[in-house]
């Protein structure tokens, strides 16, 4: 049912405007709140605090359709509920899920993950944000880079440095409001593909946060970001399965439609082994979508699990779409029929919360243990 309402809303509301969005490089914020209305920013939350209570493959299969509408929006929703909603859940005190969770399943506040930094990307214990106790405050002060809706958020999971001379190891995470003294939203970034979606740099400086803003143990907030990037290696994976999907469909009806030396493409074989090709990996990387999903509902770590769909369904995303495009010939080079988007959206699925090299070292760690 979640999958069905994820996608008639994807088709009616996501679909029809995704050029303009990302002509335009903005989404309406009210998009969000209509999201809000149907549940999405709040599917896996319980429903005392405002959510659907529905379970990890649910989700799942709501954020595939939603990417098969437009990747731009799904990834602020991805965000929103994988990075930062679940943390709140699964470490916040009861305090902080009271107050932030029921505003986030309504869309009223987004939420924002906020890790790497102009000098910490792949290496994510490099940061260097720092946070300094004063008091009963924290003194917050450096930069963060990439923040996925960091233009509209109002809930920021920032990773910092709390005691520096224990390196991984002595970072925190921080409940960090918007708006605060010291808080300043940086640059937009303007990006390859998921060009609608907002990603900002946020710098902190001398900002005054709130001892009460730690969420879990201090010094532990590392082991946070990891066990959330399993979360949301699963969300990005389900992305790249619904870009795959939407690139796939532009190719089948396209190939139907496409007359060459007198025929339908469809109708030469090599047409038909290429999309025979992508049907299947798609398939094979929606099921490594939802066997992690099937762990994480039933709490079993799943760090391998969840690198190996975010690295077998991004890599098969850049295939399909790059066939979906060559298939379209000229066309598919012009912004007039979508796969130009999608070839471009589906570039990022390789990048961001962990790049295909760091999945790959993720695998490997898992496979040899440490
Ligand atoms: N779950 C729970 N704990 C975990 C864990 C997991 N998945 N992975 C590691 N840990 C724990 C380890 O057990 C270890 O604990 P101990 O200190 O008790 O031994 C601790 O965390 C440190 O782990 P590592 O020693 O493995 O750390 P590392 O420095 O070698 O780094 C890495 C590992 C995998 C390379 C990590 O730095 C990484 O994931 N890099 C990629 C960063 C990334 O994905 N960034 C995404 C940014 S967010 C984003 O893109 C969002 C967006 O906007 C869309």
Not at 56 to 85: D, I, K, W
Request: hydrophobic content about 45%; glycine content about 10%; overall charge neutral.
């Amino acid at each position: 049912m979640v999958a069905e309402s994820a996608r008639e809303f994807a088709e009616k509301r996501l679909k029809p405007v995704a050029q303009r969005w990302d002509e335009e490089e903005a989404i309406p914020r009210e998009m969000y709140s209509e999201a809000a209305e149907l549940g999405f920013l709040g599917i896996m939350l319980p429903e005392e605090y405002g959510g659907l209570g529905l379970d990890y493959p649910a989700y799942v299969a709501a954020m595939e359709e939603l990417a098969r509408g437009n990747a731009a929006f799904q990834v602020g929703v991805t965000v929103h509920n994988s990075l930062v909603a679940s943390a709140i859940l699964k470490f916040g005190t009861e305090e902080q899920r009271r107050k932030f969770l029921p505003k986030m399943a309504k869309g009223e506040w987004i939420g924002a993950y906020c890790l790497s930094e102009p000098g910490a990307g792949s290496d994510a214990a490099s940061i260097r944000a720092s946070a300094l106790k004063e008091g009963d405050h924290y003194i917050l002060n450096g930069t963060k880079a990439w923040v996925s809706n960091g233009g509209f958020a109002q809930v920021f999971l920032v990773f910092v440095v709390t005691n520096k001379d224990l390196g991984k190891r002595g970072v925190s995470c921080l409940l960090v409001e918007r708006g605060l003294p010291g808080f300043t939203v940086g640059k937009k970034e303007k990006k390859l593909g998921i060009r609608a979606s907002d990603t900002r740099e946020i710098v902190f400086q001398n900002c005054r946060v709130p001892r009460n803003a730690l969420l879990g143990v201090e010094n532990e907030g590392f082991k946070i970001a990891m066990a959330q990037l399993d979360n949301g290696r699963i969300s990005i994976a389900a992305q790249a399965v619904g870009v795959a999907q939407a690139a796939f469909e532009e190719a089948v009806a396209y190939s139907k439609a496409r007359q060459q030396f007198g025929r339908p493409l469809c109708e030469f074989q090599a047409t038909q082994f290429k999309l025979a090709e992508m049907a299947m990996n798609i398939d094979a990387a929606r099921l490594l979508t939802y066997r992690a999903a099937g762990m994480m509902k039933q709490g079993v770590r799943c760090t391998k699990e969840a690198s190996m769909a975010k690295l077998f369904a991004s890599t098969m995303c850049n295939k399909v779409a790059f066939d979906a495009l060559q298939l379209h010939g000229g066309n598919g080079y012009t912004r007039e029929f979508p796969v130009e988007r999608y070839f471009r959206d589906a570039r990022i699925t390789e990048i961001y919360e962990g790049t295909s090299e760091i999945q790959h070292l993720i695998i490997a760690r898992e496979v040899l243990g440490r």
